[in-house]
């Protein structure tokens, strides 16, 4: 059973950090794409962040140079480092893997970035 679980989220003021991690079981990231992804209340969910290992790295214009995607290959764990966190980032983030054929999503991390 292939299984995504985002942790991290939680509250912090504008200007501040957090990392979010994904864990997950029962595929392999080394060879798949992953990526996360927001979704603000009323809003679509956009994509954050994604590797795609073979490609470029792709990040929404947003978040460009404030936030990193990175794998840890050995834990099968994918991160989001976010910093100089904004009021407008507040959302759920979703961690997500794509193979040839399927994409999984976790159930969500809350980030909630107060002024």
């Known amino acids: 059973q292939v299984q995504l679980v985002e942790s991290g989220g939680g509250l912090v003021q504008a200007g501040g950090s957090l990392r979010l991690s994904c864990a997950v079981s029962?595929?392999?990231?080394?060879?798949?794409?992953m990526g996360w992804y927001r979704q603000a209340p009323g809003k679509q969910r956009e994509l954050v962040a994604q590797?795609?290992?073979?490609?470029?790295?792709v990040y929404a214009d947003s978040v460009k140079g404030r936030f990193t995607i990175s794998r840890d290959n050995g834990k099968n764990t994918v991160d989001l480092q976010m910093n100089s966190l904004k009021p407008e980032d507040t959302a759920v983030y979703y961690c997500?893997?794509?193979?040839?054929?399927?994409?999984?999503w976790g159930q969500g991390t809350q980030v909630t970035v107060s002024s």
């Open positions: 590797d795609t290992l073979g490609g470029p790295t």
């Open positions: 029962g595929i392999t990231i080394s060879t798949n794409a």
């Open positions: 997500n893997l794509g193979t040839r054929f399927n994409v999984y």
